[in-house]
C-alpha cells in the first residue's frame, strides 16, 4: 500500500473549507484526475456516499466512495473498495479565519499497472495530491473557476 500526505494553508474558516470537500460534485472541479462523480446519496447525519470514475496514467477507473467517519468541520474519512483500493483523511485544523486542510491517503495501484510503474506513479499521484489542494485554496480564496490540469511527476 503506498501514502501520501499533504497540507495546505487556505484563507477561509474550517467551516467553509470542510463544506466544500465533503460535497462531492465539487471534487471534479478541484481534481485533476477526478473525471466524473454520480449517485452522491447524502444521510442527515453527514454520511455520504458516491460513485466515481478517475483517471490515472491513462485508464480510467470506476469507483465508489462511502464515509467511515465524520466530525462537523474537523474529519471526513471516506473509503473505496472498488476501483482504486483507498482510503482518504481530510482533516480541517481551523486557525481563526484560515484552515490547514490535511489530505492523507493510502492506496493500492490495482493491478499490473502498480507492478509496472509503481515508483512513476507514486510520483504522479503525490503532484496530483498537490495540485488537488492548490485548486481547493485558489477556489475557495478568489473564487477562480479555472483550475490546474497539468499534473506532470518532477524529474
Known amino acids: ?9 487556505i484563507k477561509a ?4 473549507v470542510f463544506k466544500f470537500i465533503t460535497t462531492p460534485e ?4 478541484v481534481w485533476p484526475s477526478m473525471m466524473e ?3 452522491v446519496t447524502m444521510n442527515p447525519n453527514g454520511l455520504q456516499a458516491f460513485d466515481w470514475v478517475y483517471k490515472m496514467a491513462g485508464i480510467h477507473f470506476h469507483g465508489h ?8 468541520d474537523q474529519l471526513l474519512v471516506m473509503k473505496n473498495e472498488k476501483g482504486i483500493t483507498s482510503k482518504f483523511r481530510w482533516a480541517f485544523e481551523g486557525r481563526g479565519d ?10 493500492e495501484i490495482p493491478g499490473a499497472l502498480g507492478k509496472l510503474a509503481k515508483p512513476f506513479l507514486q510520483k ?14 485558489m ?15 518532477h524529474a
Open 124 to 137: 504522479l499521484n503525490e503532484r496530483e495530491a498537490e495540485t488537488l489542494l492548490a485548486n481547493t485554496k
Open 13 to 16: 474558516p474550517a467551516s467553509e
Open 65 to 72: 466512495s462511502d464515509t467511515v467517519e465524520i466530525k462537523p
Open 139 to 153: 477556489r475557495l480564496e478568489e473564487g477562480r473557476r479555472e483550475v490546474r490540469r497539468d499534473v506532470q511527476p
Open 26 to 29: 465539487n471534487l471534479p472541479v
Open 37 to 39: 462523480v454520480s449517485n
Open 1 to 9: 500500500m503506498l501514502s501520501i500526505k499533504k497540507s495546505i494553508e
Open 98 to 107: 484560515s484552515t490547514v486542510l490535511t489530505m492523507e491517503a493510502d492506496y
